[in-house]
């Protein structure tokens, strides 16, 4: 009998083995002419990855219509993109360890990617006394997280608090007679921070958040009472904040489900495509989200390119797809504006620039007043309707009517 | 005499190929894999150490929180010395020890295993209540460090401090206390036939090992400098005890192997992205089909091997 | 609307959905005395197969399920010989063989179909209105298929003879063999009845929670949790232990933020533990 085990064993160890070597001996891929080696941190597996996964994709394509176009020239040399991918694994210690990877390993000066608050933290934690620049898809406001304390890094896509004020605008011009909101958030630690801010916020345009942010734990597998305690509240509208497609979409029907037939928008990252697959189309009504799809109308020539791509090679556009394009393309733009590779140069230059191009259209830096930081890429926001269980475009939040200096 | 000796020798040379090989190494990314792997060494042996009782912990990783979280607090927010906060992790956690072991550790085998998984998550969730300082699930940075900024010293400091807590450990398990806690394990109606007092030497093994515990998660806290509810959750947990087992919970120097191993090799296979995992679960599935005394068994089974087949040749 | 109604039947539905995770849990942990960590993944598993054969191959749903259920079920027999039956009782040993299994099963599912949020469409389509109370039907169909099941499963343990013989081993697995009850066969059923009520319970709550390969993670912690409230030997107690944990997963953040709902909720079954360490209706182990 002990044979067989023997046998057994070592048939499975071959096969793992086989599993794990051939891939990596067949991506062996040539170097690049003179390339600027940019690292990426995405999580490919554990928490979440179902869903941040995609960003990488996004980055892809920065790569890929950069290169296109020849690359960009620093001081009259050539140089183009190369990605250099580390998985998170899903978890705060494989974020450090891909951080480390990075920064100590491959010695790059330049790293984007990444979502969650606590992934972040751990990679900041590397990235920042060691002088690299980091920047992030996103940013979720809490205060450790962002802010002066943290010189390099920078956040290429409108995040938290601006999501606030672009979403409010839509509800405002749209929806007049929405004065009240309760808002669920997940209770991941941004809910203290997120309260100062989405309240000053709501202020300005005539609102209030009725009651306290409702959070639910991140380890929920129903949101029933969640919604219950929501519903309950009789606020004009509900909002959801962070916490992923799964949740949210969930919340979404299970609201629909109890017979609420109000007003439900989110305010994050996740999009309305995912959000209907998880909610269902008899669910997914009244409903207006940020958002990105393909078939947006008024998009700048870099976006149409964008979407063509996405289509193209990956069947789908999502607001994912452009938050790892961003977190490439405008560092990119940074670097060809400082024309230099040290990343003190590039930093100082960056947080300088006025403008600069992002992957919806012209852009603009700002960011100061609310962070202390003048380091956050403001552009148009697109926002998202399903109605009757369609995606519809609801409308552009143009860049002057976001922007914060 | 002469395989101490030799045992002696071997573990002086490793101990100096150790010291060296900051010098070999040019890549901090390796350093800081290895200090992150001394850290553990650290929380494993304290687990096998509870495990000699007959005590398997699953929530080790909680009690590791315990301490990082106390020290982190301690030292962002009034300000003390990182090295005034790390001892005094280990002791706040040797603390809470002592008071959960009392109830804790009357219960037996299998019971004890899932209060003290219930523990692990539940020390999270009680995080989560107090997020204004422990920053949640999302976690906290900005923990003042050991000794700044550059890797090599906390290397040097991880590696002392390692050794020191293993020399401890392993004089303990032999000594009088030690000895009495292995009796109790093996059974425990002889033991309090004797006389043994069972309850109180479950519950000083209890504290003695959490201790090392927080001192562990205090020395992440203050290297890392930062702390998330990832870092010490339930698959932390049951990776301790998986490092544990897979290096042999019967040998000292069993959790040592088993968490060099299992630590350092998926990160030299790191390129392999999405299927590091399977390189993980290929060791595991080794251990558990060739080598039932754990990794650290390894040597006395090969001895076997090479035995049985002189018999039949 | 009603508070008290509304959370009277959120309650019922959460419970049914525990139940129906920690019964193919309990089953193996009952019968061959061992903690199959990988139930979790199993689970998972099982919604999968479902959703490939239901959205990627085009099948009827309920085809899909029944096919994920005797595929997930072939697994299990798969399990049982190789996995868990050269380790049978030696329980460091079945951790590191589950932690093994959930790597690759994640791993796996998540090379091949990860990387992007899947739902499974739900089985039964419409609302039902109870007292001014709306649920969505495919909850209440999981509450009856839940509900169901955990009742066959009582009744084929205490009537059936094949259920008599499975307490036998539970109990004395060499005294059973002694009567000429064939062990490692009902071991095998066992496992197969454990990875196929696994299947049911992802196949259904895929459609009305999400699947990501990882979902079993949190659920596994439910099932451990009804499994050790209930006690081991009893698979009816699940019935008690699952109300208990489904109505204070339901009912407390109606009152409070998530993780003092998830403090207290742990502080009571720490307490239950603590007084009563073989649960609810298990019997003593030692």
Not at chain 1, 147 to 161: A, E, I, L, M, Q
Not at chain 1, 186 to 203: E, P, T
Request: charged share 15%; aromatic share 12%; net charge positive.
């Amino acid at each position: 009998m002990k044979k067989v085990y023997k046998i057994f064993c070592v048939a499975i160890l071959i096969c793992i083995f086989a599993f794990t070597l051939i891939p990596s001996i067949a991506a062996k891929s040539e170097a690049a002419p003179k390339t600027i080696n940019i690292g990426y941190m995405a999580t490919l597996t554990g928490f979440a990855s179902e869903v941040l996964g995609i960003s990488l994709q996004g980055a892809e394509l920065a790569r890929d219509i950069i290169n296109d176009r020849g690359g960009i020239t620093i001081n009259g040399e050539k140089y183009l993109i190369k990605l250099i991918v580390e998985d998170t694994k899903g978890s705060p210690d494989g974020s450090l360890a891909a951080a480390n990877k990075l920064v100590y390993g491959k010695k790059l000066k330049f790293v984007a990617g990444m979502f969650p608050t606590h992934f972040i933290k751990a990679a900041m934690s590397v990235t920042e006394p060691a002088g690299v620049i980091y920047n992030r898809c996103y940013s979720c406001a809490t205060k450790d997280e962002f802010g002066p304390h943290t010189p390099y890094s920078f956040v290429s896509n409108v995040s938290t608090g601006d999501l606030y004020k672009s979403i409010f605008m839509y509800l405002t011009k749209n929806y007049p007679d929405v004065k009240t909101i309760t808002y669920i958030l997940v209770d991941d630690g941004q809910i203290r921070d997120n309260d100062r801010i989405v309240r000053k916020i709501a202020k300005e345009f005539g609102l209030t958040i009725k009651g306290d942010i409702i959070g639910w734990s991140p380890a929920t597998v129903d949101w029933s009472a969640v919604v219950t305690r929501a519903i309950k509240r009789n606020a004009d509208a509900i909002m959801h904040g962070n916490g992923g497609a799964m949740a949210n979409g969930s919340i979404m029907k299970i609201a629909r489900e109890m017979g609420y037939t109000g007003l439900i928008f989110g305010c994050n990252a996740d999009g309305a495509t995912d959000i209907r697959m998880v909610a269902g189309k008899s669910a997914s009504t009244n409903y207006f989200t940020h958002g990105v799809s393909e078939s947006m109308p008024d998009m700048y020539p870099i976006t149409k390119e964008i979407s063509k791509r996405a289509m193209a090679r990956y069947k789908r556009l999502t607001g994912f797809h452009l938050y790892g394009f961003n977190s490439i393309y405008t560092m990119v733009e940074a670097i060809k504006a400082a024309q230099s590779l040290d990343p003190k140069k590039v930093k100082e230059t960056w947080e300088n620039m006025d403008t600069i191009e992002t992957g919806y259209g012209p852009g603009r830096m700002g960011g100061k007043t609310l962070y202390g930081l003048k380091h956050t890429v403001y552009h148009r926001q697109p926002i998202q309707v399903l109605d009757q269980g369609e995606i519809k475009f609801g409308a552009w939040i143009e860049l002057e009517e976001l922007y914060i200096p | 005499m002469i395989s101490l000796r030799r045992t002696a020798i071997s573990y002086l040379l490793i101990l100096i190929f150790l010291c060296l090989l900051p010098v070999f190494i040019k890549s901090y990314y390796l350093l800081h894999v290895f200090i992150l792997t001394f850290i553990y060494i650290i929380a494993t042996s304290s687990l096998r150490l509870i495990a000699t009782s007959g005590q398997i912990s699953l929530g080790h990783a909680g009690f590791m929180s315990i301490g990082a979280y106390t020290a982190a607090i301690l030292a962002k927010e009034l300000g003390w010395s990182p090295w005034l906060t790390l001892p005094l992790g280990g002791l706040s956690t040797m603390i809470v020890a002592m008071i959960v072991g009392y109830p804790f550790s009357r219960l037996r085998l299998i019971y004890f295993s899932m209060v003290s998984l219930f523990f692990g998550i539940g020390i999270l969730a009680v995080n989560q209540v107090f997020d204004y300082y422990t920053g949640g699930f999302s976690g906290m940075m900005l923990i003042p460090p050991l000794l700044g900024s550059s890797k090599l010293p906390y290397y040097y400091f991880f590696l002392g401090l390692t050794l020191l807590c293993l020399i401890f450990m392993v004089r303990f398990e032999t000594c009088r206390i030690g000895l009495t806690i292995k009796a109790i394990a093996q059974s425990h109606t002889v033991a309090s036939s004797v006389g043994i007092n069972e309850a109180a030497y479950r519950i000083l093994i209890l504290s003695i090992g959490c201790f090392f515990a927080g001192i562990a998660g205090a020395g992440y806290a203050h290297y890392t400098l930062v702390l998330t509810h990832g870092t010490f959750n339930l698959l932390a947990s049951i990776n301790l005890v998986i490092y544990m087992l897979v290096g042999g919970i019967n040998r000292f120097i069993g959790p040592v192997i088993g968490t060099a191993v299992l630590m350092i090799l998926p990160e030299l296979f790191r390129d392999l992205k999405e299927y590091v995992p399977f390189v993980f679960s290929g060791i595991m599935l080794l251990v558990l089909f060739v080598m039932p005394d754990g990794l650290a068994g390894l040597p006395g089974q090969i001895k076997y091997w090479i035995s049985t087949h002189r018999k039949k040749g | 609307m009603d508070l008290v109604v509304t959370a009277f039947v959120n309650g019922l539905v959460t419970s049914s959905m525990y139940i129906l995770v920690a019964l193919g849990f309990a089953l193996v942990l009952s019968i061959m005395g061992i903690f199959n960590f990988a139930h979790g993944a199993i689970y998972m598993l099982g919604g999968y197969i479902c959703y490939a054969f239901a959205v990627l191959l085009g099948f009827n749903q309920w085809l899909s399920l029944i096919l994920s259920v005797l595929i997930v079920g072939l697994f299990g027999l798969f399990l049982e010989r190789f996995c868990f039956r050269p380790f049978s009782r030696d329980v460091y040993r079945v951790i590191i063989m589950a932690i093994a299994i959930i790597l690759i099963l994640e791993t796996t599912v998540n090379i091949l179909l990860g990387g992007t949020v899947r739902s499974l469409p739900a089985f039964v389509e419409g609302i039902i209105k109870v007292r001014g109370v709306s649920i969505s039907a495919e909850r209440v169909v999981a509450f009856g298929i839940g509900a169901v099941l955990l009742f066959g499963m009582h009744i084929f343990i205490r009537k059936t003879k094949t259920g008599q013989q499975m307490l036998a081993i539970a109990q004395e697995p060499e005294g059973a063999a002694l009567q000429g009850i064939n062990v490692n066969r009902i071991s095998a059923l066992a496992c197969l009845m454990s990875c196929s009520l696994a299947a049911v319970a992802g196949s259904l709550l895929g459609a009305i929670l999400s699947l990501s390969p990882f979902m079993g993670n949190n659920m596994l912690v439910k099932a451990i949790e009804l499994v050790i409230i209930s006690g081991i030997g009893s698979i009816g107690g699940l019935f008690f232990s699952g109300l208990l944990i489904g109505y204070l997963d339901a009912v407390l953040p109606l009152f409070t933020s998530g993780g003092v709902a998830d403090t207290i909720s742990l502080c009571v079954i720490i307490c239950i533990l603590l007084i009563r360490p073989r649960g609810l209706f298990g019997y003593e182990l030692f």
